[in-house]
């Protein structure tokens, strides 16, 4: 019967646990720093920069030498293949100037976001294939957490029925398949903000994703004490006229969460998706604030663009303390944010107002 199975051996709930509950600590979140090749690219060509791997891990060593603060607001960090085993300019390995910081590293394992047959522009992830030589691989070389990336887009029709069902069994076997290995899974099933859709659809697209989500998750026996969900946050499209506050979109994902997510599970580390870096950190304090539901999960963020923009654009190639500034005072900020403590504009940084939208986003 469906009824008779096992969850992970008791020594393995404990770590998935205890790596689970070490990420969403208060006052802490991750740094997403799993830009794929192509990403960091166009990154750098912002600033005026050639896409070489050199540059890329300049860059990418620039944000694992900062000042040893930074770990007293993030917790964890989401690395790309390639800068998993890059070294820094005096040898030392990445994942040991990471773990020095007191972060735990983890690892993006997708293969990139593909078309979906029949269905309209929707698409799945692909990667499952040697998924499990692969976790077991990054566990054994340091990573503890591993993240993977569905898109959903809302439109007239979409997100389909098969879109929703196809995203979430692919989710749950990627979850699966990681706990299997040691790797706490960060389940990212990402509603873009494309569209001119209104805050109350984006609600409901949102709630319908998630139970989608976490149906497939129970029915694949995933362990939701070991794993960490990265959603979008509830916003209406980049298109809508009408124009909300952020405490009615942080209500509207509060009670769309509340509505799905089940109590077992220890965080959620929301994306930024687009938004500026100052949008991230007050829509973030927002949703920590908001008092219209209950909110049995750690609340916090994992965020690229919205952690990086100043320190990328302060940096420019050449000031590499300007940068790691940068990215210090918004970890800070953001940290404050993860436990309602921060105070709208006290955190000016030099890509703070830039707008970070980017259609049909890909990593």
Partial sequence: MTTYFSYPAPELQKELRRIANAIVVPGKGILAADESTGTMGKRLSNIGLENTE???????????????SLGNNISGVILFHETLYQKADDGTPFIELIKRLGIIPGIKVDKGVVP??????????????????????????????????????????????????????????????????????????????????????????????????????????????GTLLKPNMVLAGQECPTKYTPMQAAEATTLALSRTVP???????????????EEATIHLDCINKASNARKPWALTFSYGRALQASALKAWSGTNVKAGQDELLKRAAANGAAAVGKYTAGSCSGSAGQTDLFVKNHQY
């Fill in 54 to 68: 050199d540059n890329r891990r300049k860059y990418r060593q620039l944000l694992f030498t900062a000042d040893k």
């Fill in 116 to 225: 979906l047959m029949g269905s309209e522009g929707e698409s799945t992830t692909q990667g499952l294939d040697d998924l499990s030589q692969r976790c077991a691989q990054y566990k054994k070389d340091g990573c503890d957490f591993a993240k993977w990336r569905c898109v959903l887009k809302i439109g007239k029709n979409t997100p389909s029925y098969l879109g929703m069902l196809e995203n979430a069994n692919v989710l749950a076997r990627y979850a699966s398949i990681c706990q299997m290995n040691g790797l706490v899974p960060i389940v990212e099933p990402e509603v873009l903000m494309d569209g001119s859709h209104d805050l109350e659809r984006a609600q409901k697209v949102t709630e319908t994703v998630l139970s989608f989500v976490y149906k497939a998750l129970n029915d694949h026996h995933v362990f939701l004490e």
């Fill in 263 to 277: 109590a077992a599970v220890p965080g959620i580390c929301f994306l930024s998706g687009g938004q500026t870096e």
